[in-house]
DNA sequence: GCTTAAATGGGGTGGCCCTCCGGTTCTGTG
DNA sequence: CACAGAACCGGAGGGCCACCCCATTTAAGC
């Protein structure tokens, strides 16, 4: 869905659009300054615009952040097509849970809006994101499995939700961005000293 | 610090002593109706008290959080204490995760409130469960290294931050206890499909 | 230019957190 | 028992917030 039009049928009046771009800008801002709970009052009053008018363009919350969130969401569905051509398979699918952690640590309230997308599964209240993120990651998890680098029970969704766990956990603390990739290593290889050291995110 | 004392030096006066007993009880139940996020007037007013008299007891959610699961986590605490005699120190420490995991999972807002504890690393603030089962488990931990079945770089904090994030992430499913114990596991074990199967967290 | 449907935003409602302060209740001392 | 002082209480109020209603404004198409 372009961000400007709202059907196929009819296309948005000029100061709609205008209003909608002006409230996204400054709910980028106000998020990543605040996180996923930043104040919609505040961001309607930085876009200039009366809070009714951003409730009307974003019946929700996390309406408004799928929309604030998708660019950086497209980026890492296209990384991963570009992964899937990857020599090692186990090793392209660690690259991307790794590259996923990073634009979540450094996109304040991603993380959250990731979660809430992914819980209540219903795209018309805003799981879109989680949605594309997951048909994006299915194909590396295939073929890492095929390759007899993942194990068969371990779904796409387990190691999303295990990034964006690690994400939100690490999200408040200073050096976040090293904490989640040490983390997400530990959590692919295992604690045991053995564990093949070959899983690093990079 | 016992709950019905205010410091050694001075007792609380009988009536106070009763209100701070409503408010636990009323906290309890209102935090495991609605999380962490529980409304604090709400709590004041099922305990039958003035907010400004909850706000006196407990000067931030945290605290109250902390004096509402003191008792959870001194269970666990003591759990951590009888594992230590087991014989296989890596299982031991592997079933007492499992253990926070449960209860973590089983008593909304546990997570929050250990996690919200961590990154305030300040007891005055309320940080003294998190320390608790901080400390509890590192004797677990130094045990499960020395006898080589854990990675020398590994922290107690990393694993704890790693069971807290699992339950924060699957506290909304409707299956969480199972999904988040398959994490768990998961993430113990690792990805790869030839990891030792001996990690169960029973 | 004029009509009309779409879009706007000020203001209202109800909720929340937190603090102040006049009134109340307990406690131990005379 | 009476009482004075300290400890404690809780209603009221301020500041902030999400969300909705509706009179008014504005763009679009003729």
Redesign the pocket.
Known sequence: MPPHS?TAARP?????RR?YDRILAAAAEAVAEHGAEA????IARRAG?????L???FP??QLLLEAVFRDKVEALCATAAGLAAEPDPGQALANWLGAVARHVVTNRGLAASLMRGAHDGDPSLGATCHTMITDAGADLLARACRANAVRRDVSITDLLKLVNAICLAVEHEPDGAAQADRLLTLALTGVHPKAGSSWATG
């Open positions: 709202r948005m009046r000029a100061d709609a209003n104040s919609l009052e505040e615009v009366g809070s009714a008018t409730h009307r363009h929700s919350r």
